[in-house]
């Protein structure tokens, strides 16, 4: 007899259902029947209009919030003293908490979505609204974190809701839901061309930049933009003074800003990750705020914001105010821009560790701003000849706010055209894009992307959790890798390896000398474009047919392998594997890498880390199954 988990748990996976109209526009499209670049174009046009009418919304309900909480409120309250206005974001935090208590979930951001749209499945209940009403809420009151983040997130939550009426393929909903981003940041910033390469940067990746993804997210960041344009105007965000390249020699003091600008932004974000796992209680000295029930954290996190902005009130919100005051050349001492940037490093790490809900965006050009205007004081005071081939302050602002806004989301291309669509000046434009190179160079260098956590999308087990991706570390290679790989001589032609790959249905096969010694590794794609590029040769005569069947393996094969161990960790081999975009290793012995012993693929890491998560989780049905079992293979 099947068993099922009861109905509470079922709900949990399964698809959400959908009244009316849902099915009167499922009813349509199966009616008329349009091609399918006709129903994606219009679905853009949908995701465009929608995300921007919300994102429009969510910024009238921040404006409503902060009217009611730091104009009203403060105007009955403030009479009892200046130490009233920490009441702000402490009542901000209780309501968020109220809202956390009420519904546990926020719902999935824009990570998880992302890795849904790759399985192709939503394991958590869309909650636009909520999330919206809480990023109102928390803004609003004085968090100190930004509004792109929600609003992309709104576009996102839209573009997958209609993919999931719908019911599209998985290629086609990840599309909508890069185009539902982009239409999110394109409406939040007004700034349609930075929306659309954030989502080919960061959502759809660097391999969908095709002309039919770029059609569709385009429309549908132009339409956002478009309705944000009517609904909250147009001017650009921020108003720069007229600005000029003094000098040639001006460029490596934009470089050293974009060293400055990594090393703020790995604090930046080394800030946020200890910030979650000390109120996650995971930090010795922190444990008893895990004890804390969640709902309580972000009057915790209220109370500490709301006592630093006693003494800085500039940390408080978006800050967008502040980071104008910079770019319009007001005097800020330098002591007061390093506690600014100090302050606000903390506040919004602990603004994101609380449960406050918001964007990293805007903090990031805080600080940027807050760095690039020290950085040129400082220069300025260090050596005063450096004055007459220097621009003002705010250059260095703006360039700052690029380089570290880049280095912290890793989207270099976005920082570059967000920052040029807000200040719409192009002639900022050079240094920035030297300091935002550089400062994304260096963060790549000190601390890579390329980590098994990241990896594991790339093999569909995005969704793993932290305690369960370490199962990864815990598998060796030898338990994942094929012991008798296909193995094909060096001397073999082209033609007789395509037939007998073909005919045993493998995709791989590891190339050997006369004496079995690994000498290369080759693949289909290495047969079928050896295949393509005599097909298409201009003579294609019986005499070049005959060249082709004379091909061995040895000319077209992979000779400069990278190899994996059988007694290594599968997520260092998964790294390796990642670093040159490679789908299969040979595993040799570690004495001699020439003596085969197996060949690892992705498909075979996917497979076991998911039977070993499946073993972990029968743990707690079966106590028989032992700890070793748990990353045992069959």
Same mark, same amino acid.
């Given at each position: 007899?099947?068993?099922? $988990?009861?109905?509470?748990?079922?709900?949990?996976?399964?698809?959400?259902?959908?009244?009316?109209?849902?099915?009167?526009?499922?009813?349509?499209?199966?009616?008329?029947? $349009?091609?399918?670049e006709t129903v994606v174009l219009l679905l853009a046009l949908l995701i465009g209009s929608g995300s921007g009418m919300g994102v429009v919304t969510f910024h009238y309900l921040i404006q409503l919030i902060h009217h009611l909480m730091l104009e009203n409120l403060m105007s009955v309250i403030?009479?009892?003293?200046?130490?009233?206005?920490?009441?702000?974001?402490?009542?901000?935090?209780?309501?968020?908490?109220?809202?956390?208590?009420?519904?546990?979930?926020?719902? $999935?951001g824009l990570s998880s979505l992302i890795a849904a749209s790759q399985k192709g499945e939503i394991k958590r209940q869309l909650r636009p609204v909520t999330k919206m009403l809480a990023a109102a809420v928390s803004l609003g009151s004085g968090a100190s974190l930004g509004p792109e983040g929600?609003?992309? *997130?709104?576009?996102?939550?839209?573009?997958?809701?209609?993919?999931?009426?719908?019911?599209?393929s998985q290629e086609r909903q990840r599309l909508l839901l890069g185009a539902g981003a982009a239409a999110g940041l394109a409406a939040?910033?007004?700034?349609p061309i930075a929306g659309v390469f954030f989502a080919l940067e960061v959502v759809l990746g660097a391999t969908s930049f095709a002309t039919s993804a770029v059609s569709v997210v385009l429309l549908a960041a132009v339409v956002a933009a478009l309705i944000a344009h009517i609904g909250l105007g147009g001017q650009p965000a921020f108003a720069l003074p007229v600005y000029q390249v003094r000098s040639p020699l001006e460029l490596p003091l934009y470089l050293g800003l974009g060293l400055w600008a990594s090393l703020v932004s790995l604090i930046y974000t080394q800030l946020i990750r200890l910030a979650k796992a000390?109120?996650?209680?995971?930090?010795?000295?922190?444990?008893?705020?895990?004890?804390?029930?969640?709902?309580?954290?972000?009057?915790?996190?209220?109370?500490?914001?709301?006592?630093?902005?006693?003494?800085?009130?500039?940390?408080?919100?978006?800050?967008?105010?502040?980071? *104008?005051?910079?770019?319009?050349?007001? *005097?800020?001492?330098?002591?007061l821009l390093i506690l600014l940037l100090v302050v606000k490093l903390v506040i919004t790490a602990i603004s994101v560790g609380s449960g406050f809900v918001g964007g990293v965006f805007a903090p990031a050009?805080?600080?940027?701003?807050?760095?690039?205007?020290?950085?040129?004081?400082?220069?300025?005071?260090?050596?005063?000849?450096?004055?007459?081939?220097?621009?003002?302050? $705010?250059?260095?602002?703006?360039?700052?706010?690029?380089?570290?806004?880049?280095?912290s989301v890793r989207a270099p291309l976005t920082a570059i055209l967000l920052l040029f669509e807000l200040t719409r000046d192009y002639r900022i434009v050079l240094p920035l894009m030297a300091a935002v190179g550089l400062s994304v160079w260096l963060v790549e260098r000190i601390k890579p992307n390329s980590n098994s956590n990241s990896n594991l999308q790339q093999i569909g087990l995005s969704e793993l959790k932290d305690e369960q991706a370490e199962i990864l570390q815990q598998i060796l290679v030898q338990e994942a890798m094929h012991p008798c790989p296909k193995k094909l001589p060096a001397t073999m032609t082209v033609i007789e390896a395509a037939l007998e790959m073909t005919r045993d249905r493998t995709r791989s096969a590891l190339v050997v000398n006369e004496?079995?010694?690994?000498?290369?590794?080759?693949?289909?794609?290495?047969?079928?474009?050896?295949?393509?590029?005599?097909?298409?040769?201009p003579d294609s005569s019986t005499a070049n047919q005959g060249d082709l069947s004379n091909q061995t393996l040895i000319d077209i094969c992979t000779t400069d392998?990278?190899?994996?161990?059988?007694?290594?960790?599968?997520?260092?081999?998964?790294?390796?594997?990642?670093?040159?975009?490679?789908?299969?290793?040979?595993?040799?012995?570690?004495?001699?890498?020439?003596?085969i012993l197996g060949l690892l693929e992705r498909e075979q890491i996917a497979l076991t880390c998911n039977v070993a998560v499946t073993r972990k989780a029968l743990c707690h049905y079966l106590p028989l199954v032992t700890t070793t079992d748990v990353v045992a293979s069959h």
């Open positions: 007899m099947t068993l099922l $988990p009861p109905t509470e748990l079922r709900k949990v996976t399964e698809k959400p259902t959908f009244g009316f109209p849902s099915f009167r526009l499922t009813y349509l499209v199966n009616r008329f029947q $349009p091609s399918p403030g009479v009892w003293g200046a130490w009233t206005l920490a009441c702000v974001p402490i009542l901000g935090g209780l309501i968020v908490g109220l809202m956390r208590w009420r519904t546990q979930d926020f719902g $999935p929600p609003s992309v *997130e709104i576009g996102a939550n839209f573009g997958m809701l209609l993919s999931v009426v719908l019911q599209v939040g910033f007004n700034a000390c109120f996650a209680g995971k930090v010795p000295g922190f444990s008893s705020l895990g004890k804390i029930p969640l709902p309580i954290h972000p009057i915790i996190g209220g109370l500490i914001i709301g006592i630093c902005a006693l003494y800085l009130p500039q940390i408080l919100g978006i800050g967008y105010e502040t980071v *104008e005051a910079m770019l319009q050349d007001v *005097e800020f001492s330098l002591q050009m805080f600080l940027g701003a807050s760095l690039g205007s020290a950085y040129a004081k400082i220069l300025a005071n260090v050596a005063p000849a450096m004055s007459g081939f220097m621009a003002a302050p $705010p250059a260095y602002a703006t360039v700052g706010m690029a380089a570290v806004l880049a280095a004496l079995g010694q690994l000498v290369g590794i080759l693949s289909l794609e290495d047969i079928n474009r050896t295949l393509s590029a005599w097909q298409n040769y392998i990278l190899y994996a161990h059988q007694d290594e960790p599968l997520s260092e081999a998964l790294d390796r594997m990642s670093l040159r975009g490679l789908h299969q290793l040979p595993v040799v012995a570690s004495d001699n890498p020439e003596q």
